[in-house]
C-alpha cells in the first residue's frame, strides 16, 4: 500500500481546488473528489479532513487509482 | 459465481442450501420462494448468458461471495436510509434495491450524496421494475421474512475478508456534448421548468421543442471524469420530468446519440481478471438500443428502472468486482 504519495503533497490540495479539472478514471475516486469539492465549498469539510479522506481511499484501491494518482502528480 | 437466469424450483432448491443471493424476477415467482438469505427486487427484463430477453417465469441469480459468512440484510425507507453507509462492515459491500418514485427513492436520489462515509464500501444496486404492459406495482422483497415492499428498499450488506476489496464501476456509453450547450438548474429536483441555457434563462421544455432535441439520449454532468446520466422521462406542459434529480450546483449538457449499444457496451467493459459479482443495466439501454435478443459479451444481470451507484443513476451499466 506503500505507493500512494504522502498527505502532505501539494498535489493534493491541487486535486481539490475547484478552479482544476482532472480527467480522473476511477468511478470512486471521480465521485469522492466531487463531493469532497463540495464540501469543502459548503464549509462541511477543511480541506485536511478532506485530504485524510481521499488519501484512505486510494490506500483501499491502490491498484485501481495508479493511473489516476500519475495523472495527479505528474510521475 | 454463477450469475444468470434459473427456474424456480433450482432457486428454491439454493435458498434451501443457505446460500446468499440478490433475486430479480417477476412477482409472479418471487412469491414462490422459501425463506432464507436472499433480497430480491421484481422486473421481467434480462440480459441473460445468450441474450436479453423478458421473462416472468425465471429468476435472475447473483450467487454473493460471503467469503467469511457475515452479512446482514435490513430494509430501508425515508427515515433510515441515511444510515445505510454506516449499517455496511468496516470492509464489504452493500447491494440495495429501492422501489420506484416512492419516498424512498426520491430521498435517496436526493440525499445520497450526503451520506456520511458513502464511498467507503461499494453501494451498488437497481431500482425495481414491472413488465411495461402491465398494472404491476414494483416491489422488494425481504427474504428473511419473505415480505415484499412497495414502499421500502431492501439491502444485504456483505463482509469481505482483509485481504480483499469491493470496486464498483460503472459503464457509461454515453459522451457529453462538449460542442453544445450548458444547462444550469435552477433547483435541485426531478424536474425541470426554467433554467439557464449558456446563462440565459429559458423555459427548458420549449427549448427542446424548439430546437427538436432528441430526448432519448441523456442529459449528462461531470463528476471529476465520471460521466453522470439523468434520463429524460417526459415533456408536458411546460415541464421536463426526469428519472432522477439534477443539482442546481452542476453544469449539465446534452449527450451525444449512440448508434450500436451492443458495439459500444462491448468496447467500454473492461477486461476484469475478477468475475463480476453483480451487475445491472438500465431498462432505456434495453428499449433504446433494442436489446431483446442481443446479447453482450461479459454482461449478464437484471435491466433495472434505475442503477445505484453510490447514487441514482441512469442509463448505465454497473458492476461490481472482488478483488
Known sequence: ??????KDRPEWKELLNIEREFDLKNFVLQM???????????????????????????????????????????? | MKSKLYKVDIVIDMIKQGQLLSLAGDEKVLSKLPKGNWIAGTIPYFMGVERGLFSQDLIFVNQLSNLVNEFSIKEYDSNNIQEIANDSYENGYTIIIIPPFQDVHKDFALKSQDIDNLYDNPILGWVAGKDLDSD????????????????????????LPSEKVGRLEIVNIFEQDRKGITIRPLEDGFEIVDCLIDGEKMN?????????????????????????????????????????????????????PVDNYVTDFEKNIPKTNSPIEFSCNCILNYLY??????????????ITFGEIGYTLLNQTLVYLVIE
Open chain 1, 1 to 6: 500500500m506503500g505507493n500512494i504519495p504522502s
Open chain 1, 32 to 75: 469522492k473528489v466531487t463531493q469532497a469539492r463540495k464540501d469543502i465549498q459548503k464549509g462541511k469539510k477543511t480541506i485536511v479532513n478532506a485530504i485524510d479522506e481521499i488519501h484512505a481511499l486510494c490506500e483501499k484501491y491502490a491498484l485501481a487509482v495508479k493511473q489516476d494518482m500519475e495523472t495527479v502528480f505528474n510521475n
Open chain 2, 136 to 159: 404491476d406495482v414494483p416491489k422488494t422483497y425481504n427474504g428473511k421474512s419473505t415480505m415484499s415492499f412497495s414502499d421500502k428498499a431492501i439491502a444485504v450488506h456483505v463482509k
Open chain 2, 204 to 256: 427548458f421544455a420549449k427549448y427542446i421543442e424548439d430546437h427538436n432535441i432528441d430526448i432519448k439520449p441523456p442529459l449528462t454532468s461531470s463528476y471529476s471524469g465520471a460521466i453522470i446520466n439523468v434520463s429524460f422521462r417526459e415533456l408536458k406542459d411546460g415541464t421536463v420530468s426526469l428519472y432522477a434529480p439534477v443539482f442546481k450546483d452542476l453544469e449539465y449538457r446534452l449527450s451525444i
Open chain 2, 289 to 302: 438500443g433494442e436489446l431483446e435478443g442481443k446479447r453482450i459479451e461479459n454482461f449478464t444481470g437484471p
